[in-house]
């Protein structure tokens, strides 16, 4: 897919509402020229996982979502107002699994190798991830694993 001049974002995926699955792939799409509007032009893709801790369940978010995100040199620029061209937010009791990933010393909540590992598979995006730990719940955070499950 090429993506040209998007107001907000090129791809924006929320995951909220409940403790579903999602496996999702976002590669070799081409997003540049976001719209320089200065209420717009965000993150080329913004993935959130998890929204609230009482969701219209009443329960916390507790996702689990399979994420690859590839492209090459160049394709993936976000917009003036951008935090990050790619930005990955894990928060509540969701999971996200990075196929691929090591997360070092098993440490599920360092951001900073998440984020090397997301531009790794992106060159020349600059990206950004965040994460929540929820107390005394093992199975939040970032993980690694193997491909995300397709379409059948």
Request: net charge negative; proline share 5%.
């Amino acid at each position: 897919n090429t993506m040209r001049n998007c107001f907000d974002r090129g791809i924006q995926v929320l995951a909220n509402d409940g403790n579903g699955a999602l496996n999702l792939s976002v590669t070799s799409n081409d997003i540049q020229e976001m719209s320089t509007d200065p209420s717009g032009g965000r993150e080329a893709i913004n993935v959130v996982a998890g929204a609230t801790s009482t969701n219209v369940f009443g329960l916390i978010d507790s996702h689990a979502v399979c994420l690859t995100i590839t492209s090459a040199s160049g394709e993936t620029v976000g917009g003036p107002q951008k935090n990050g061209d790619i930005r990955v937010r894990q928060r509540f009791r969701t999971s996200i699994v990075l196929p691929g990933y090591v997360p070092p010393g098993g440490n599920h909540f360092d951001t900073a190798s998440v984020i090397t590992f997301i531009q790794g598979n992106n060159p020349g995006a600059i990206a950004t991830a965040t994460a929540s730990d929820d107390p005394g719940v093992t199975t939040d955070g970032f993980f690694g694993g193997a491909a995300c499950a397709q379409p059948s």
